[in-house]
């Protein structure tokens, strides 16, 4: 048996090394995050959702701003300018109110941007608790298995199969209505369905030989969940987290809109559509606008987590390019509901050639 | 050989008086549980993955451990590894004996001996960096941080023929043979004693298998590591060997120096297997009479009886069946050269003629 000496060995390693360092600027420390972010960019309607959400956390940040310009505090009334002859509101553009005003009077611009602030940060701040939540009872269940595993994964899906509306109700009026009760209610319901993939995931995972490799350094469990475990799932989580915001915007406007969320005056977009109810037929305004910006915001969220999971799976690339990547991508989504195609591309990632 | 490498890990304890083996498995048992029924659990048999082991490994030499898929070779290498409990027998490392110790008494033991894995793809964590991979071993035994550790990682690539310029690369940017060379990199990090080599070569192009083969003999005569090299390629565990066993259904066939193995097979089932062994000549290919086993590997749950081979080798007899062969030297053999087998192939027979005189 002839075997070459190291030499060959090295000088053959060299060779294939000297033809990757052309590529080598291109190359280097790319990480996933990167080529998701490069891929990302290359979809035209996750960045316009992206500047849409970015727009829409400009505005409710600079709320105040608004405030100054229009000199309409949100909790002011203004019965002389801000309401007819009739006592109804007034319409666009009149006597200085953009959106005009709503029934008590009030600018209702001023009040949808205060109204996004709360929105945002509850869909925010329960997906973040959710998320963190989530992935610490599923890396748990899956990693350590048995009975912590029967704990937790009969818990989980308990909580998946409660009516949650009911129970939120229930809360809400046992504790009484608050945002600290909001935000625990939506997250309590918000982390079981991400440790239900997580716990998937950690299950195939942990069988890997990495797995076994980082234990036989002598890596305890911990290490082994949060350095080894952890990183593989960050990208599946992203996704559900960006696709869980727009459900707790959606959510904390549901409770609010039956009077159980935020509570008057502060301005939500879930209390202001209440109130609009009573000026259907007169001020169509009152209405719609609140109801888009529900609308715009959850729909940006919703887009932008399409993108996100598509960014992250290498194997759309082909799809975006030939430009039919939206049709493509609804049948993914039911993949994704099963703990699937969240998964982070294990295979070797073959950055695509420049400009395609 | 760098300085600093050599200073990484051998804070350890002197050689142990008892002997020149730094392995020695005595009556080594593993058996899984089989189970089954809804509620309740029962155990309804064992696989029995390795049965009565008994091995040394001497200290600075390579035992290559042969068998095919299913035979325990892999039970075992985690068995010594200590990254699964054993039934029975006991595992004696450097004169201590490692058997099931907890996780915190093992902690030293896994600084002196590290595993290279067979599948370079599946043994690198694609989300991590080579540097953070091969860091993991200074990290996880706190023996270096910071830029000294980094250093001390760009070393170890060096040292493995990769280009130290790479740490911040993911393992997906590295070819098959870059890879296994990371894995032995991390394997080298901690300056070990014994390396368990679970088929390292065996997801390799042929090409790429030489040179990992070569780094492999390269850093066991410059670090004085011991190998324990599993394998299904007879020609590389040739290539690499001091000594030799032969697994078949979780138990030694024989075992031996590598030339008396390989030249008189004294097992009818390793003259099988170095009959069936591609050769590079075709001359030698056509004159050699091919031994053809037939049937399958008996299923471990339940092993035959007597001799495990008995029903599928050409030279059983009753007694085969009946009772087990002990690992015993054969008259005409050297000491160390142990076959469990009554009939032992002799020099010059051929098996490929043999009948199966009296079916059992």
């Known amino acids: 048996m002839s075997i070459t000496g190291i030499e060959a060995a090295s000088q053959d390693a060299a060779a294939s090394e000297g033809a990757l360092d052309a590529d080598a600027a291109k190359i280097e420390g790319r990480s996933q995050w990167q080529l998701t972010w490069r891929r990302l960019r290359q979809d035209k309607v996750a960045m316009a959702a992206l500047a849409v959400i970015v727009v829409i956390i400009l505005l409710a940040i600079l709320a105040p701003v608004f405030v100054s310009i229009t000199h309409h505090p949100p909790n002011i009334a203004y019965p002389n300018t801000g309401e007819d002859a009739a006592g109804n509101p007034v319409g666009p553009m009149t006597n200085g109110f953009w959106l005009g005003t709503d029934g008590t009077g009030r600018d209702l611009f001023i009040r949808i941007l205060y109204g996004a602030r709360i929105s945002l940060f509850v869909g925010f701040v329960t997906t973040g608790i959710g998320a963190v939540a989530g992935v610490a009872v599923g890396l748990m269940a899956g990693y350590f298995g048995g009975f912590i595993d029967t704990v937790l994964a009969r818990f989980t899906d308990a909580v998946l199969a409660f009516p949650y509306v009911v129970l939120a109700l229930a809360l809400a009026v046992v504790l009484g209505p608050s945002l600290t009760v909001i935000i625990g209610v939506i997250s309590f319901f918000s982390w079981a369905a991400i440790a239900r993939i997580v716990r998937g995931q950690t299950l195939s995972i942990k069988e890997k030989e990495y797995i076994e490799a980082a234990r036989s350094l002598g890596a305890g469990s911990f290490r082994i969940m949060f350095f080894d475990i952890l990183p593989n799932l960050l990208a599946p989580v992203l996704v559900l987290a960006t696709l869980y915001i727009p459900t707790a915007i959606v959510f904390e406007a549901t409770l609010s809109y039956l009077g159980l969320g935020i509570q008057p005056p502060t301005a939500s977009w879930g209390d202001i559509l209440a109130d609009a109810q009573n000026f259907f037929q007169t001020s169509w305004w009152y209405v719609v606008f609140p109801a888009l910006a529900l609308l715009i915001t959850t729909l940006a969220f919703n887009l932008l987590g399409d993108g996100v999971r598509d960014a992250m799976d290498p194997r759309t690339e082909r799809v975006l390019a030939a430009g039919r990547g939206r049709r493509k991508r609804r049948g993914k989504r039911q993949v994704l509901a099963d703990g699937q195609a969240g998964l982070a591309p294990a295979a070797p990632y073959v950055p695509p050639a420049e400009g395609s | ?360």
């Open chain 2, 1 to 360: 050989m760098s300085e600093p490498l050599a200073s990484a890990g051998t804070a350890s304890t002197p050689a142990d008086p008892a002997g020149d083996d730094l392995v020695r498995l005595e009556n080594l048992v593993k058996y899984f549980p089989v189970r089954a029924g809804g509620l309740v659990r029962r155990t309804v048999g064992q696989v029995q993955a390795v049965d009565d082991v008994s091995l040394s490994i001497p200290r600075g030499q390579t035992l290559g451990l042969v068998g095919e898929t299913g035979s325990g070779k892999s039970t075992l290498a985690r068995c010594v590894a200590g990254l699964i409990p054993v039934t029975s027998g006991r595992v004696i490392f450097d004169g201590r004996d490692i058997t099931n110790l907890s996780r915190g008494a093992m902690r030293p033991i896994r600084r002196e001996v590290q595993m290279i894995f067979q599948d370079p793809y599946s043994s690198l964590n694609p989300r991590r960096r080579v540097g953070a991979i091969i860091g993991d071993p200074f990290a996880i035994h706190k023996t270096a941080t910071g830029g000294e550790r980094k250093r001390q990682v760009q070393e170890l690539m060096e040292r493995v023929g990769l280009n130290p310029e790479h740490y911040n690369r993911f393992p997906a940017e590295f070819s098959g043979g870059q890879r296994q060379r990371i894995g032995v990199a991390r394997a080298l990090a901690l300056r070990p004693k014994l390396i368990i080599c679970d088929e390292p070569v065996s997801a390799l192009d042929v090409s790429i298998q030489a040179q990992v083969l070569n780094l492999l003999s390269d850093l066991q005569r410059d670090y004085g590591l011991t190998y324990l090299f599993i394998a299904h390629d007879l020609e590389v565990v040739r290539h690499v060997s001091d000594s030799v066993a032969v697994m078949y259904l979780g138990r030694i066939g024989e075992s031996g120096p590598r030339d008396p193995v390989y030249t008189s097979p004294r097992h009818p089932y390793t003259a099988a297997l170095l009959s069936a062994a591609p050769a590079a000549d075709p001359d030698t290919a056509a004159a050699r009479q091919r031994i053809v086993l037939t049937g399958d590997v008996p299923s471990p749950i339940d092993p035959p009886s007597g001799c495990r081979f008995h029903p599928r080798c050409p030279k059983a007899e009753a007694v085969c069946g009946q009772q087990e062969p002990q690992l015993e030297a054969k008259a005409g053999d050297v000491a160390t050269h142990l076959v469990a087998c009554h009939f032992p192939v002799q020099a010059g027979e051929n098996l490929a003629a043999a009948g199966r005189s009296e079916p059992t």
